[in-house]
């Protein structure tokens, strides 16, 4: 049973572009959403942690939503660039504390 | 201040040999997480610990699979009679504060597996 799903799986755009990346839950027993950057190769990079009774979060260039009960949540990117290319994940935690992953955007930024 | 370490970074086994991967997590971090990560897919939940207590063991596959951390620090994932099927990335991650809401977790480089 598939609980987080990412749309879109792959995404291109020019360098420059601002970007938004969707992810959303069927379970709205959620006490917190974290956004990951996977680089190949290497481990999950912690992005962005939003509380239950936050709606939003940002850090730099990104900026990360919560609407609870719609069951989803959205990482915005500013002003692209090729570093930014890499497979973003979401992730819901419950009350057992363990992360439900989505399957990942996979990003590309073209220079 | 160093992350979350996990050894080794690569491991090739046969079939039916036993393979114990290690996990150090970040100094003082009371909650440690065992993932496994199929290509193309997200992590999915194995088991985790606060301090040396396992928690939650629900997505252990099966009896081959277990997990300790004697003294609440290092933890080591043992998977006994190894099967192809068992050939993932093992990611470890760990948090400081054990059944809270603010539970941000960090993860290790991880462990890629192959069972020949």
């Known amino acids: 049973k598939q609980e987080v799903t990412q749309i879109p799986a792959a995404l291109s755009v020019p360098e420059g572009e601002n970007l938004v990346l969707n992810c959303s839950f069927t379970?709205?027993?959620?006490?917190?959403l974290q956004w990951f950057r996977q680089d190949p190769g290497k481990g999950l990079t912690s992005l962005l942690l939003?509380?239950?009774?936050?709606r939003e979060q940002t850090s730099g260039r990104l900026n990360a939503s919560l609407d609870k009960s719609s069951g989803r949540s959205t990482l915005y990117i500013a002003a692209s660039q090729p570093g930014d290319s890499a497979t973003y994940l979401c992730a819901k935690g419950g009350a057992t504390n363990k992360l439900i992953f989505g399957t990942g955007t996979l990003l590309a930024v073209q220079p | 201040g160093a992350g979350v370490s996990q050894s080794p970074r690569y491991k090739v086994t046969k079939r039916g040999q036993d393979v114990a991967l290690r996990c150090d997590p970040i100094?003082?971090?009371?909650?440690l997480y065992w993932y496994r990560q199929a290509l193309g897919q997200g992590p999915e939940f194995l088991t985790y610990f606060n301090y040396e207590a396992q928690q939650d063991k629900s997505g252990l596959p099966n009896d081959r699979f277990s997990a300790e951390r004697p003294e609440g620090s290092i933890s080591t994932l043992t998977i006994q009679r190894t099967e192809q099927r068992d050939s993932a990335m093992y990611r470890c991650a760990s948090s400081d504060i054990a059944g809270s809401s603010y539970n941000e977790q960090f993860f290790g480089p991880g462990t890629r597996l192959t069972v020949l």
């Open positions: 939003i509380q239950s009774s936050q």
């Open positions: 100094s003082g971090h009371v909650s």
């Open positions: 379970d709205s027993a959620i006490y917190n």
